[in-house]
């Protein structure tokens, strides 16, 4: 019988999860099928669970249900612990398995993909919410020089920076005063969604420093879009060298997550072809 799998969100319908998770079950040759699953926003742990009765074997999950995942699963791995939120569901015949595949999806993208060097190197993590708190403990297991969390206020991002504190050299800034620090790696986790490729004004209104980059330095949006985000606009135009969007991370915590489901990590490289 085919084994169903599903992402789970509000809104869904942009989500391009299942056509990557089919051609990696193409690819693997795995029996199963894949789906979009709208949950109201009042009613994510029931619809998680109907899936669960309907015969479902995992779920992705995507905003604004991370933390809700989180909460629903009785087990969890590490590195969702850490994260504080699960974007990956695993079915255990009686609960659900939370992990959390953002963070080593994004250093996977970065070192691999992209060909970007983490270690000894000074990072900046724009934005101290759920997507921030998802990803610094990887970004820290790759040995970074320095992390700095900067935040419009300083309150949450201090926070973040004590959370972690044990895993390596991470301090918390606001965005007016990173002006005097330059960073190999810029990437932005905040939730603002200007995503309009051309719109200076959207641009403009950017809250950082302009001189945050230095020589030869990457700019990383998490989110991804067709058109560069307004971030990466405004990030090539004030001195990034490379400014590269969020679906490699997409692509490669998606694979993170078919191998806890499926027991096999497939190769990303067509999925890339395939969107890019």
């Not at 899936?51 to 074997?57: D, N």
């Not at 590195?79 to 953002?102: I, P």
């Not at 932005?188 to 200007?194: K, V």
């Not at 641009?203 to 560069?228: C, M, N, Q, R, S």
Request: no cysteine; charged share 20%; glycine share 12%.
């Amino acid at each position: 019988m085919t084994d169903r799998y599903a992402v789970i969100g509000n809104p869904i319908a942009h989500s391009k999860s299942p056509e990557i998770q089919a051609a990696f079950a193409r690819q693997t040759g795995q029996d199963m099928s894949y789906e979009r699953l709208q949950a109201p926003l009042a009613g994510f742990a029931a619809t998680a669970m109907r899936f669960a009765r309907e015969g479902g074997r995992g779920a992705n999950v995507t905003v604004p249900f991370k933390l809700e995942a989180f909460a629903l699963a009785q087990a969890r791995s590490a590195r969702a612990e850490r994260a504080g939120a699960s974007n990956t569901l695993a079915w255990r015949g009686t609960h659900w398995f939370g992990d959390n595949t953002d963070g080593v999806g994004l250093v996977r993208d970065l070192t691999v993909n992209v060909g970007a060097a983490l270690a000894g190197r000074d990072l900046l993590v724009l934005g101290a919410g759920g997507a921030a708190r998802g990803i610094l403990g990887p970004l820290l297991a790759a040995g970074p020089r320095s992390l700095v969390i900067g935040n419009r206020t300083a309150a949450r991002a201090e926070e973040l920076a004590r959370l972690f504190a044990a895993e390596g050299p991470i301090a918390a800034r606001t965005f007016g005063d990173l002006g005097g620090r330059r960073f190999d790696l810029v990437i932005d986790a905040t939730s603002a969604n200007l995503t309009t490729a051309g719109d200076g004004d959207a641009a403009a209104l950017l809250p950082w420093p302009e001189t945050i980059f230095a020589p030869g330095a990457l700019a990383y949006d998490l989110k991804y879009a067709a058109l560069p985000t307004a971030f990466l606009q405004w990030a090539r135009r004030h001195g990034a060298d490379r400014a590269v969007d969020g679906l490699g991370m997409l692509i490669e915590q998606a694979a993170e997550s078919f191998l806890l489901w499926r027991g096999v990590r497939p190769d990303t490289a067509p999925a890339f072809a395939l969107f890019r």
